[in-house]
C-alpha cells in the first residue's frame, strides 16, 4: 500500500525538542522531493519545509529557519523533522507530504500532534 | 514571498449546486496552483495540480481554471461528500503558501 506514517510527536516544553518521523512505504522513495506541512488547531494549513529527493537541496519557512532541520533516509525510506528552540506557537499537526512535480503535494500521512507547553 | 488569498471564507450551499471558489496571487505564477480537499480530522487531498489537471480518482465534477493571478475552483454538482474545506497552494517559489481556505457546509 502507497502511504506515509508520521511519529514522533508529543507534548514537549517550551525551548524543547523533537523529532519527527515519516516513514514511506509502496513506492520509490528516492524519485520524490518530500515536504513538512503543519496546521495549527482550528487553523490553516502551512508549509515548513522541503527536500530533494537525494536531500542535496532544503528550503525552510522563515518561521522555522535555524530552529527546524528537515534530513531523509533514503536506505531506510525516511523523512525527519528535527525541531528545537520549540514555542508554542509551533503547535500544531504535522503532516509529511510527497511531491512529485516541484511543490505539489500529493499524498499525505495522517499528521502526527506537536503540542508545545510547559 | 507569494501571498496567495482565497475567497469566501465559508459559504453555505445545497447538494446539487454549482459552487465557485477563487483563488488570488500577489504576483504571477502562471499556471504553479494547487486546489487541495480537507475533511474534519483528516489530511488534505490534492484536487486539481497545475491549475486545470485533474488528479487521479478525483470526479469529474472538480475542475479548475485560471493563470497568472486568478483562479477558480468549480464543483459542477455539490454532493453530500463535497461539505469540506478547500485550499488553493502556489507552487511557483518557496515559501510554498496556502490560502486561508474555504469552507463550503450545509445550506
Redesign the interface.
Known sequence: EVQLVESGGGLVQPGGSLRLSCAASGFTFTNFWM?W?RQAPGK????VS?IHSDGSST?Y??SVKGRFTISRDNAKNTLYLQMSSLRAEDTAVY?CARDP??????L????TLVTVSS | DIQTTQSPSSLSASVGDRVTITCRTSQSISTYLNWYQQKPGKAPNLLIYAASSLQSGVPSRFSGSGSGTDFTLTISSLQPEDFAIYYCQQSHSTPLTFGGGTKVEIK
Not at chain 1, 44 to 47: A, F, I, P, Q, S
Not at chain 1, 101 to 106: A, E, H, P, Q
Request: glycine share 24%; hydrophobic share 30%; net charge neutral.
Open positions: 515536504h506541512v490553516g494549513l502551512v508549509w522541503r528550503n519557512a522563515d503532516y512535480r516541484g511543490g505539489t503535494c500529493d499525505w500521512g495522517q499528521g
